[in-house]
C-alpha cells in the first residue's frame, strides 16, 4: 500500500502546482497580444514608507457601455490635402528622443499624445517638444481603456490632472487635442475634452505598429491607407518602438512627396 500512498501525493502535488498557472506571464503570453492599441505603460513608483494596513479596494466603477459606433465630433482627417503625424503613448527616454531626431532630420513636425505619468517623469522630452514646434495632446493620466466608460467627475479630474503634469514642465503650453486610449471613445469623454478646450482627435490611418510588425509592414501599410488629410496613428511610447522608428524615414519621404506633411489646425 505505501508505493500508492506515495504516488497519490506525488498526483496531489501535481494537479496543485499546474492549478497555480492563471494569470502567470506564460499563461498571458500564451494567450497572445492584447488587442489594445500599446502595450502596458510602466507602473507608476511606489513611495518608501511604512507598510500599510492591508484593506481590499473596490474596483472602479463604470457607468456606461461603449457605444457601438464613434461618437461625433472625433477629427479624423486634417481637413486639407496635407496630413498629419502623431504619436501616442510617450514621452518615452528611449523612443522619443530618436523619433523627434527623425522628424528634426526630415523637416517635418507631429502632434504627440502624452500620457500624464510619462509627462511627469520626462518634463525634459515634454520641453524638448514643444520646444521643436510639435503639437501636444492629452493621452489620459494612466492610458486607462475604460476612462471614457467612468463617471464624468472622474473624467474631468484626470484630464485636468494630465495638462498639470504637462504644463509643470512648459507652463505655458497649449494642449488643443485628446485622444482616448484605444480608441473607445464615448459622447461623454468628448463632451469633457471640449468643456476643457480640447478637441477629440481620431485617426483614419493605423498601421497597428502596437502590435509589432516589421518597419516593412508599417511602412506598407501606411501607404496603402493615407489619402489626402489623413491622420497617421503612431506610437513612441508603450513599448519597444524600434519598428516603428525604422519605418518613418521610409513613409514620412512617401507621405512628403504625395501631399506633404503639417500639423493639425
Request: one cysteine or more.
Given at each position: 500500500?505505501?508505493?500508492?500512498?506515495?504516488?497519490?501525493?506525488?498526483?496531489?502535488?501535481?494537479?496543485?502546482?499546474g492549478?497555480?498557472?492563471?494569470?502567470?506571464?506564460?499563461?498571458?503570453?500564451?494567450?497572445?497580444?492584447s488587442p489594445?492599441?500599446?502595450?502596458?505603460?510602466?507602473?507608476?513608483?511606489?513611495?518608501?514608507?511604512?507598510?500599510q494596513?492591508?484593506r481590499?479596494?473596490?474596483p472602479?466603477?463604470?457607468?456606461?457601455?461603449?457605444?457601438?459606433?464613434?461618437?461625433?465630433?472625433?477629427?479624423r482627417?486634417?481637413?486639407?490635402?496635407?496630413?498629419?503625424?502623431?504619436?501616442?503613448?510617450?514621452?518615452?527616454?528611449?523612443?522619443?528622443?530618436?523619433?523627434?531626431d527623425r522628424?528634426?532630420?526630415?523637416?517635418?513636425?507631429?502632434?504627440?499624445?502624452?500620457?500624464?505619468?510619462?509627462a511627469?517623469?520626462?518634463?525634459?522630452?515634454?520641453r524638448r517638444?514643444?520646444?521643436?514646434?510639435?503639437?501636444?495632446?492629452?493621452?489620459?493620466?494612466?492610458?486607462?481603456?475604460?476612462l471614457?466608460?467612468?463617471?464624468?467627475?472622474e473624467?474631468?479630474?484626470d484630464?485636468?490632472?494630465?495638462n498639470?503634469?504637462?504644463?509643470?514642465?512648459?507652463?505655458?503650453?497649449?494642449v488643443?487635442f485628446?485622444?482616448?486610449?484605444?480608441?473607445?471613445?464615448?459622447?461623454?469623454?468628448v463632451?469633457?475634452?471640449?468643456?476643457?478646450g480640447?478637441?477629440?482627435?481620431?485617426?483614419?490611418?493605423?498601421p497597428?505598429?502596437?502590435?509589432?510588425?516589421?518597419?516593412?509592414?508599417?511602412?506598407?501599410r501606411?501607404?496603402?491607407?493615407?489619402r489626402?488629410?489623413?491622420?497617421?496613428?503612431?506610437?513612441?511610447?508603450?513599448?519597444?518602438?524600434?519598428?516603428?522608428?525604422?519605418?518613418?524615414?521610409?513613409?514620412?519621404?512617401?507621405?512628403?512627396?504625395?501631399?506633404?506633411?503639417?500639423p493639425?489646425?
Amino acid at each position: 500500500m505505501r508505493p500508492r500512498a506515495v504516488l497519490a501525493s506525488g498526483l496531489a502535488l501535481i494537479l496543485l502546482l499546474g492549478g497555480c498557472g492563471d494569470g502567470s506571464a506564460a499563461d498571458r503570453s500564451a494567450a497572445g497580444p492584447s488587442p489594445v492599441a500599446s502595450a502596458p505603460l510602466p507602473a507608476e513608483p511606489t513611495p518608501s514608507a511604512s507598510p500599510q494596513p492591508t484593506r481590499s479596494t473596490p474596483p472602479r466603477r463604470l457607468v456606461r457601455p461603449l457605444p457601438t459606433k464613434l461618437p461625433a465630433g472625433l477629427r479624423r482627417t486634417t481637413g486639407v490635402r496635407t496630413v498629419a503625424l502623431t504619436f501616442d503613448d510617450g514621452p518615452d527616454p528611449t523612443w522619443t528622443p530618436k523619433i523627434l531626431d527623425r522628424l528634426r532630420a526630415a523637416r517635418v513636425t507631429a502632434t504627440f499624445c502624452l500620457v500624464g505619468t510619462q509627462a511627469r517623469r520626462h518634463p525634459d522630452l515634454v520641453r524638448r517638444i514643444v520646444r521643436e514646434g510639435h503639437q501636444l495632446c492629452n493621452h489620459s493620466w494612466q492610458h486607462d481603456l475604460d476612462l471614457a466608460r467612468r463617471p464624468v467627475a472622474e473624467i474631468r479630474r484626470d484630464f485636468v490632472r494630465t495638462n498639470a503634469a504637462i504644463r509643470a514642465a512648459v507652463p505655458d503650453a497649449k494642449v488643443p487635442f485628446y485622444r482616448q486610449p484605444g480608441g473607445r471613445w464615448t459622447r461623454e469623454v468628448v463632451t469633457v475634452a471640449k468643456q476643457l478646450g480640447m478637441r477629440s482627435l481620431h485617426w483614419d490611418v493605423d498601421p497597428q505598429d502596437w502590435g509589432k510588425p516589421t518597419a516593412a509592414t508599417i511602412t506598407k501599410r501606411v501607404r496603402a491607407a493615407a489619402r489626402p488629410g489623413s491622420v497617421v496613428l503612431l506610437h513612441d511610447g508603450g513599448g519597444n518602438r524600434a519598428a516603428t522608428l525604422a519605418a518613418c524615414s521610409h513613409l514620412i519621404t512617401d507621405l512628403k512627396r504625395r501631399y506633404g506633411i503639417a500639423p493639425l489646425r
